[in-house]
């Protein structure tokens, strides 16, 4: 699933692209209709779909920005300001096209489901083969209340001192130190990637309860955390499965990567393991991490 660094090279690849371009018309894959007439609201969600493509006819793109893992994508009509929003899910994708054919990959392709005719004639196609991804058009993020439970940026000034009060939650205290900083209310845009990376870099098993882990260590785990994720950001994000950036290309960070998908720790040549933590697979060094 694209983290922070992924959806941060999205953001910076679409803005001279299609930044202050106007929509004239959008179309939605039948896969989206048939999901709604099924009750499965299938990527586009609260609002039906011919709704959607009626809402997103005429309006201008004045903005596009990153907010944790979601891209906002800032609209404008007979000044009026409106919000479309979309998280990639596991393997969204964007292309800014002059038609389909040009998507080079077949299954990006062959999986379309939002086309959005710009008025210059270039088509912003989203793609998403596994279909977890998720649009939603809105006047004001609150409208979608878990938008305003994120953390703050991991980069902002009171991210640290946020995330050192999550810790002393009650509902954190107990957990493994990885769920808790994969949790996007704990900590904005980090994932089993760079979660595993942290962890791996500060030596902290990902099972490691959050409370017996001292504050000097949880602030020092939250500038690895930060560092890796500004790292990934400057090498164009991690390129797994099928994560690409705009119009499918690659990024570089999973060539830098020490721990997550490896089966020897680079350290100390001791074969990794594996635990369920969270839901996702963590991948760990029983000897470097304790």
Request: aromatic share 8%; hydrophobic share 35%.
């Amino acid at each position: 699933m694209p983290e922070l660094p992924e959806v941060e090279g999205v953001v910076r690849a679409l803005i001279p692209r299609v930044e202050g371009k106007t929509i004239d018309h959008v179309e939605l894959s039948k896969t989206v209709y048939t999901s709604w007439a099924e009750g499965k609201q299938c990527i586009v969600k609260a609002m039906e779909p011919e709704l959607f493509e009626q809402a997103l006819q005429g309006m201008q793109i004045s903005k596009i920005t990153r907010r944790s893992k979601y891209i906002y994508f800032h609209l404008m009509k007979n000044g009026v300001d409106y919000l479309f929003v979309n998280h990639l899910g596991m393997t969204g994708a964007w292309f800014v096209v002059g038609s389909l054919d040009e998507i080079t990959e077949a299954k990006f392709r062959k999986h379309w489901h939002a086309i959005l005719y710009l008025t210059t004639g270039e088509l912003l196609v989203y793609s998403d083969i596994r279909r977890f991804g998720e649009m939603r058009f809105m006047v004001k993020e609150d409208e979608h209340p878990p938008l305003l439970q994120m953390a703050p940026e991991p980069f902002d000034e009171k991210a640290c001192d946020y995330f050192l009060a999550k810790c002393e939650l009650p509902k954190y205290q107990n957990k493994p130190i990885k769920e808790v900083i994969m949790d996007g209310q704990v900590i904005s845009g980090c994932g089993n990637i760079y979660a595993t990376e942290s962890l791996f870099k500060m030596g902290i098993h990902p099972a490691r309860k959050t409370n017996r882990i001292s504050n000097k260590r949880k602030i020092e785990l939250f500038e690895v955390i930060r560092h890796i994720l500004q790292e990934s950001i400057d090498n164009g994000g991690s390129t797994i499965s099928d994560y690409r950036n705009i119009n499918g290309e690659a990024g570089g960070m999973q060539h830098r990567l020490k721990m997550y998908g490896k089966k020897v720790c680079l350290n100390c040549g001791t074969s990794t393991k594996s635990m369920v933590i969270g839901g996702r697979t963590s991948v760990y060094c029983p000897q470097c991490q304790h």
